[in-house]
């Protein structure tokens, strides 16, 4: 738990999490390794996470503030310290990617600044991404996607090359398994958004339906994986896809809001870690 603590609140076992997400993408197209890549998911995860974090966690009410938010609270000026090297470091990167690279990258960081910081107009307010009705799992998912699978493809090949249908298809399949295991946190949650007005699937829909979604959506991503499997004919293949879903579906149909942070995010971003190596571990047999 020593260990385990910090990498969470300080937002690294995500990054980690989804640098791994990525290198499961050059894995299973068989594509070209490129380190540039993998390292700037992991720094720009970091980056947007912290961001996210810090935001204005000053107007958050005490009587509202989770262990999360202490801890990092605590060590804003180291975290924001960390934030700057990381840029730095990927600023370094930069050469490594050409101009169109990085223009396609730019809807992913939009999205992802928006998440947090209001932009959209309206009549009373402006609205964050997050503020959006039963929007929340969607963007995280999409977004997620977009980063650790399309955007491996388009620097070894192009964009176009992210709408064949093989490629596609994994991306609509990739989606689904994030957005089946996002719609926990907003269980989680629920309490919290509820209070700040947020409209969430689970405060919207109630804790039964956004479950349903999430099992729903699970069975969707099963689906594209088991046909993938009978286009491949990998065993291996199958046998990941079989465990990645009973486990899923475990955790999602036994969810209990009384979990700590540190116990939500090792089981449901666990099982994005055993989806990630499943995947490298098929691809490289």
């Known amino acids: 738990m ?9 937002n690294l076992f995500v990054a980690i999490v989804l640098s791994l997400l ?3 993408s050059y894995a299973r197209l068989n594509l ?18 912290s961001f996210h974090r810090l935001y204005k966690i000053d107007y958050i009410q005490v009587d509202q503030r989770g262990d999360r938010h202490n801890w990092i609270l605590n060590r804003a000026n180291t975290i924001k310290v960390t934030m700057s090297l990381s840029v730095f470091v ?12 990085i223009i396609w990258l730019v809807p992913a960081g939009i999205a992802s600044l928006g998440y947090t910081i209001p932009f959209i ?40 090359a992210i709408f064949s249908p093989k490629n596609f298809t994994l991306f609509f399949g990739r989606f689904l398994f994030l957005l ?10 629920s309490i919290s958004d509820n209070e700040a007005g947020l409209k969430t699937l689970a405060t919207e829909l109630g804790l039964k ?33 079989i465990i990645v879903f009973i486990l899923a579906s475990i955790a999602i149909m036994k969810i209990d809001k009384a979990l700590s942070e540190i116990q939500y995010v090792v089981i449901f971003e666990g099982l994005i870690v ?4 499943g995947i490298i571990f098929t691809g490289l047999i």
Request: hydrophobic share 50%; aromatic share 14%.
């Open 180 to 189: 089946a295991v996002t719609i926990p946190f907003e269980i989680r949650d």
């Open 2 to 10: 020593r260990i385990l603590r910090p990498l969470v609140y300080s």
């Open 90 to 101: 990927a600023m370094l990167l930069l050469p490594n990617f050409d101009v169109d690279e």
């Open 121 to 160: 107009p309206t009549e009373k307010r402006w609205l964050r991404l997050r503020d959006v009705p039963l929007t929340k799992p969607l963007i995280i998912a999409l977004v997620v996607t977009y980063i650790t699978l399309c955007f491996p493809i388009f620097v070894n090949e192009n964009i176009e």
């Open 32 to 49: 070209s390794w490129e380190w540039s890549v993998i390292v700037s998911v992991f720094l720009g995860s970091y980056v947007l996470y």
């Open 209 to 241: 339906n956004a479950k349903r979604i999430a099992i729903s959506s699970l069975t969707g991503w099963f689906i594209i994986w088991a046909i993938q499997y009978i286009e491949s004919r990998d065993h291996s293949l199958l046998t990941v896809g």
């Open 274 to 277: 055993l989806y990630s190596f």
């Open 22 to 24: 990525t290198s499961a």
